[in-house]
């Protein structure tokens, strides 16, 4: 079974441009949840969905900043005229239910450089 | 809000060595506790988890954590290290009242030396 994948990898952008970033969960898994990971520092919440629905978006470091998941498996992450300090690992993970006590799966995240 | 302290940046262990990494968090109640675990390039690893009952929790690659409510502490244990768990570890708290957000420490870098 593939875990979570997401897709680039590695994206460097000019500052201004916009970017976006997907995610893959792991089939069936109901949750989703977006990270932001800066250097040296410890992810950091972003967004979380159900299904398709984006039940907390709390974690948005500002309005150019936008998730989707529109039938409730793939998850893009949109960052609109990016700015240096967006500069950072974006992790995503998926989760079976809602449940706290199930593992939340983590993908290999996208290292996102804005010059 | 809960967070989540870690107090050592850097660790250098030999292999061979015990290992302790210092987790604190800061919450109202009994939260949920993770340990996870970050090698270049690869996403985060469960290690282990407590939700309640014995404080002493076995995790996998032979990590255990022990949660002591009165020091706010979840420390992170492996009594012999292994070149293999060089490695970036974070403890994460999650409030049980919204239990989907999970709040990380800064982490613990782990050297291992032959």
């Known amino acids: 079974g593939a875990g979570v994948s997401q897709s680039p990898r590695y994206k460097v952008a000019k500052r201004g441009q916009d970017v976006a970033l997907r995610c893959d969960p792991i089939?069936?898994?109901?949750?989703l949840f977006w990270y932001q990971q800066a250097l040296g520092q410890g992810p950091e919440f972003l967004t979380y969905f159900q299904n398709e629905a984006q039940l907390d978006k709390s974690g948005l470091p500002s309005d150019r900043f936008f998730a989707e998941r529109p039938e409730g498996s793939v998850s893009t992450l949109k960052i609109q005229r990016t700015q240096q300090e967006d500069s950072a690992v974006y992790l995503c993970?998926?989760?079976?239910?809602?449940?706290?006590?199930?593992?939340?799966?983590f993908g290999p995240g996208t290292r996102l450089t804005v010059l | 809000a809960q967070s989540v302290t870690q107090p050592d940046i850097h660790i250098t262990v030999s292999e061979g060595a015990s290992l302790e990494l210092r987790c604190n968090y800061s919450?109202?109640?009994?939260?949920?506790l993770f340990w996870y675990v970050q090698s270049p390039g690869q996403g985060l690893q469960l290690l282990l988890k407590?939700?309640?009952?014995?404080?002493l929790v076995q995790g996998i690659k032979g990590f255990e954590a022990e949660f002591k409510r009165s020091q706010s502490s979840f420390n992170l244990r492996k009594p012999s290290v292994h070149w293999s768990d060089a490695a970036e570890y974070f403890c994460?708290?999650?409030?049980?009242?919204?239990?989907?957000?999970?709040?990380f420490g800064a982490g613990t870098t782990v050297t291992v030396r032959a």
């Open positions: 993970a998926s989760r079976f239910t809602g449940e706290v006590y199930n593992e939340q799966f």
């Open positions: 089939s069936g898994h109901v949750s």
């Open positions: 407590y939700f309640s009952g014995d404080t």
């Open positions: 994460a708290v999650g409030a049980r009242q919204n239990d989907y957000k999970l709040s």
């Open positions: 919450y109202g109640a009994t939260p949920y």
